[in-house]
């Protein structure tokens, strides 16, 4: 049981350029959620997803897309990277909004935009 | 629009020194909160959960928090710090309504001298 996993861990990227972050949980959790972590401004939600084939805005969607085409993974995309992403980016899940649920974190992916 | 405060951004103690770390929210709803702890190069973890019932809530590692309505605060304590608490500590509050997105407070930064 690895829990939340995300690839790549770290990555340069120059401006104008596009990746894919990949989160994969094996927990069976319908919830999962994108975060961006900056320094002074504690984590803040991009985008999360309620279940499979389904998204929605976070506190700070803009630049970024997601999709959730199977329940398990959770693809956080920048189709045109800025400094302004340079970040440490968290992806979280949980059964469901309850607060009997805990949210699982996975390790980070440490973007630098150039 | 809900948001969370901490207040002590950065707290330097000596091992065996008590801590407080404080936290105040702004949300309207029935309120769950939660306090997160990162260790250096590590993802988050839950440190200890409120959403109903005894205000006085025990966590791991010898943690509790305390809930008070009428203040709006959750305030992290703990006796007696260990060097191991070396860490950020973050303040969120669930909105469940809202997909079980937390938001966080900005962190605050614990550095135990051994």
């Known amino acids: 049981n690895a829990g939340v996993t995300q690839t790549p861990k770290f990555r340069v990227l120059k401006t104008g350029q596009s990746m894919t972050l990949l989160c994969a949980q094996d927990m069976n959790h319908e919830y999962m959620y994108w975060y961006r972590q900056d320094p002074g401004m504690g984590l803040r939600l991009i985008h999360y997803?309620?279940?499979?084939?389904?998204?929605a805005k976070g506190e700070v969607p803009d630049g970024y897309n997601v999709s959730r085409l199977k329940k398990q993974n959770f693809l956080l995309g920048l189709e045109s990277a800025a400094p302004s992403q340079t970040s440490v980016y968290f992806c979280?899940?949980?059964?469901?909004?309850?607060?009997?649920?805990?949210?699982?974190f996975g390790p980070g992916t440490r973007l630098t935009v150039t | 629009a809900q948001s969370v405060s901490q207040h002590n951004h950065h707290v330097i103690l000596s091992e065996a020194a008590s801590l407080e770390l404080g936290c105040n929210y702004s949300y309207g709803g029935t309120v769950n909160l939660f306090w997160y702890v990162q260790y250096p190069g590590q993802h988050l973890q839950l440190l200890l959960k409120y959403f109903s019932g005894d205000p006085l809530v025990k966590g791991i590692k010898g943690f509790e928090a305390e809930f008070i309505k009428s203040k709006f605060s959750f305030n992290l304590r703990k006796p007696s710090v260990q060097w191991s608490d070396t860490a950020e500590y973050f303040c969120?509050?669930?909105?469940?309504?809202?997909?079980?997105?937390?938001?966080f407070g900005q962190g605050t930064e614990l550095s135990v001298k051994p």
């Open positions: 997803s309620v279940g499979e084939g389904t998204t």
């Open positions: 969120a509050v669930l909105l469940y309504n809202q997909g079980g997105k937390l938001i």
């Open positions: 979280a899940s949980s059964y469901g909004a309850d607060p009997y649920y805990e949210q699982y």
